[in-house]
């Protein structure tokens, strides 16, 4: 496929507004991509994939599958550079960021250059430097583009950046604005073009005649939109419900939202009750065969070198293939747990791991069995689930069944009742354990990958908190005038933010340097004390209540609000959203 056919599918969705009719050209650039007879090809050992694959990754923005950690990893100023050579000599990178600046739209600046002739180092993709000709005509394909931002997230070491600029020029050297538009758009995560998840799932169905529920469930376990198109297309309904989980290979985590005890009991008469808490999401693959154990944080990326422990753990306690969701809490010399501030400086830790184990030691506790020893557990009740954790982490030398509960190590204990009184109880422990407070779980439900639904309900003691995204900021005054101190705070709507407030309190001079340092790299203007930040981090904040208000553009205000904590585990999208908002405001 052209990807100048994919650009121009993609500007027929983007000024669509209606989610059928999005739906519908989604089938269509779908059903297109898996027409294309170009074949897979191997190179070593890996397999690449097809068109369909890459079509079915790129209309959501995504150049990898969704379970694969890889990144580009090429920031904004390195794509304006690239953009700015391909325009012409008479570009510069400041004139692409002024472009922005004016315009508000990468993909738009993009389109209103004219690019190509432009010669110098990869100014082909997969060319040699010497063979710039300049000629622009190449037909860029869908899979050049794919193969040459492969190249580019590989290139790493001395000279890396470079080599990113060069390979990001060679593709805007040959496209046309259209081409450019959606090419920036991908290369910086912002395509924006009203694809979600939903969408492309329903496409896949639509596209190649398989219902909508056993392509979710095949979406469940491989985590991968591409790989699931291409098995609809080529195997059908029986490929699809073949599918199953892989350990190695992450899946998205089951989400909880906020609930009474009431609302549960009246929904399921019991539930399982479980401590929450303050620790940090992980997921934990393990092959005791193959010595390989992976870790994952709950945005899947890959851990495992930052929480030795958590590997520790698995080689000495696990004997069978598993895949564990769970939580790494922070502990001091007497294993009581730590805030939630302390597990941030171990996953943050990319260098000397050993010494910070040795400030922060980490402990895992896992509430959660998916796979084990070949058995895909992803529609089993959470209780028989919960009995399959238990087996797998109890030592079998000890004899399973007399060994308490409460003296497996790692395991999360679960209560299954219907009587208030023992919850209130339960959760009186757990706050005096040091914990957040207690889970509220259906006993009887499946395990739901990536799904915020009602079976899973977070109940604490204290103030409800929101995840917001920090869209702004004010520089301090007097002793803190070097610091950011008061944080504008948004809530996703759709694709777009709005804002709900501002906090500052809750912060101390000592935590106020550090969300300074965290944030200063994402200032993308400033007007006086005001600073307008790169919506990139999310802060978990508390409030009193939620009022109507005139003042923010959502409509609505925080009153009291309180910071609570920064939450690297999320990105933006995984931030609160205005229904949510909406839905609290109106209990």
């Not at 998840?197 to 469940?220: H, K, N, W, Y």
Request: hydrophobic share 40%; glycine share 8%.
């Amino acid at each position: 496929m052209e990807f100048a056919t994919f650009a121009d599918r993609a500007g027929t969705i983007d000024a669509e507004p209606a989610d059928l009719e999005i739906v519908a050209h989604v089938r269509e650039l779908l059903a297109e991509a898996g027409d294309d007879s170009e074949e897979r090809r191997s190179s070593g050992a890996a397999v690449e994939p097809q068109t369909l694959e890459i079509v079915a990754r790129f209309a959501q923005g995504r150049v990898f599958p969704a379970w694969d950690s890889t990144t580009l990893d090429i920031g904004p100023s390195a794509c304006y550079e690239a953009i700015a050579r391909a325009a012409g000599t008479n570009v510069s990178s400041d004139d692409v960021e002024d472009q922005l600046a004016e315009i508000g739209e990468i993909g738009d600046v993009a389109a209103s250059y004219d690019f190509g002739g432009q010669q110098g180092l990869g100014a082909f993709t997969g060319g040699d430097a010497d063979d710039s000709s300049g000629d622009s005509s190449g037909g860029l394909t869908v899979r050049e583009v794919y193969d040459t931002l492969e190249d580019l997230a590989a290139a790493e070491g001395s000279g890396s950046q470079d080599r990113k600029v060069d390979l990001l020029f060679g593709l805007f050297n040959r496209c046309s604005s259209e081409e450019a538009r959606y090419l920036a758009r991908l290369v910086l995560s912002e395509m924006r073009i009203g694809v979600g998840e939903g969408t492309v799932r329903d496409a896949i169905s639509a596209a190649f005649d398989v219902p909508e529920d056993r392509v979710e469930r095949a979406l469940q376990v491989s985590n991968d939109y591409g790989q699931v198109a291409r098995i609809a297309r080529d195997e059908g309904l029986e490929g699809l419900d073949a599918m199953d989980l892989a350990v190695g290979r992450p899946v998205q985590a089951m989400l909880a939202q906020a609930g009474t005890v009431t609302d549960a009991l009246e929904e399921w008469a019991e539930a399982g009750v479980e401590w929450k808490y303050d620790g940090a999401r992980v997921q934990l693959h393990h092959v005791p065969s193959a010595d390989e154990t992976r870790v994952f944080s709950r945005n899947m990326e890959e851990i495992t070198d930052a929480l030795p422990e958590v590997v520790e753990f698995a080689e000495t306690h696990l004997e069978v293939p598993v895949i564990l969701d769970g939580e790494v809490v922070a502990i001091d010399e007497d294993g009581a747990p730590l805030p939630f501030q302390e597990v941030l400086k171990r996953f943050r830790r990319k260098h000397d791991v050993a010494r910070a184990r040795e400030d922060v030691s980490v402990r895992p506790v896992f509430f959660d069995c998916l796979h084990a020893d070949g058995e895909d557990l992803l529609a089993e009740p959470l209780t028989v689930r919960h009995d399959r954790l238990r087996s797998v982490l109890v030592d079998a030398d000890s004899g399973p069944e007399s060994v308490d509960d409460a003296d497996i190590e790692g395991l999360s204990l679960l209560w299954r009742t219907g009587d208030p009184d023992e919850i209130e109880s339960i959760d009186a422990d757990a706050l005096e354990a040091g914990h957040e407070g207690i889970m509220l779980k259906n006993p009887d439900s499946s395990y739901s990958p990536g799904r915020r639904g009602k079976h899973w309900r977070k109940r604490k003691p204290d103030v409800e908190t929101l995840d917001c995204v920090v869209t702004g900021a004010e520089w301090g005054e007097g002793r803190r005038a070097t610091f950011l101190g008061t944080f504008e705070l948004s809530v996703r709507a759709g694709d777009d933010l709005e804002t709900v407030g501002k906090v500052a309190t809750g912060i101390t001079d000592e935590k106020l340097a550090e969300l300074t340092e965290l944030l200063e790299p994402h200032i993308a203007a400033e007007e006086g004390q005001e600073v307008e930040l790169e919506p990139e981090v999310v802060f978990e904040v508390g409030y009193e209540e939620i009022q109507s208000s005139p003042t923010y553009s959502s409509g609505y205000a925080l009153r009291f609000p309180r910071f609570v904590g920064v939450r690297p585990d999320k990105d933006p999208e995984d931030a609160d959203s205005l229904e949510r908002l909406e839905r609290l405001q109106s209990r």
